[in-house]
């Protein structure tokens, strides 16, 4: 059992960074695959960035793609987001999940997560 917590989130203009934290619960937080996903209001939920279990691969959705990265503390239980060059369509709720290693996975799909967070809002505006 995992339990993560967003934080970070905030009211930015266009072109400015946040940095989301996500911290975990439980000594097995470094055997599982982790996710940041969004959700703006009138769509479905997005998959945002992975990054493997002992951070040696990360992948991105297009659209956040030279813009985003993704990281993980194993040591301090901690998955990041860096936001740089935010636009207004990167407003959501956005939320960190967790994935066992070892499956076999979509790591795309919601689905395949196990545990997630309560969300963090981000709003960009103009």
């Known amino acids: 059992q995992v339990q993560l917590v967003e934080s970070g989130g905030g009211l930015v203009q266009a072109g400015d960074s946040l940095r989301l934290s996500c911290a975990a619960s439980?000594?097995?937080?470094?055997?599982?695959?982790m996710g940041w996903f969004r959700q703006a209001p009138g769509k479905e939920r997005e998959f945002v960035a992975t990054i493997r279990w002992n951070g040696d691969s990360t992948f991105y959705t297009d659209s956040v793609k030279g813009r985003f990265i993704i990281s993980r503390d194993n040591a301090k239980n901690m998955v990041y987001l860096q936001m740089n060059s935010l636009k207004p369509e990167d407003t959501a709720v956005y939320y960190c999940a967790a994935l066992p290693s070892g499956y076999g996975r979509n790591f795309r799909a919601s689905t395949s997560y196990d545990y997630w967070g309560q969300g963090t809002q981000v709003t960009v505006s103009s």
């Open positions: 439980g000594r097995t937080f470094s055997t599982y695959r």
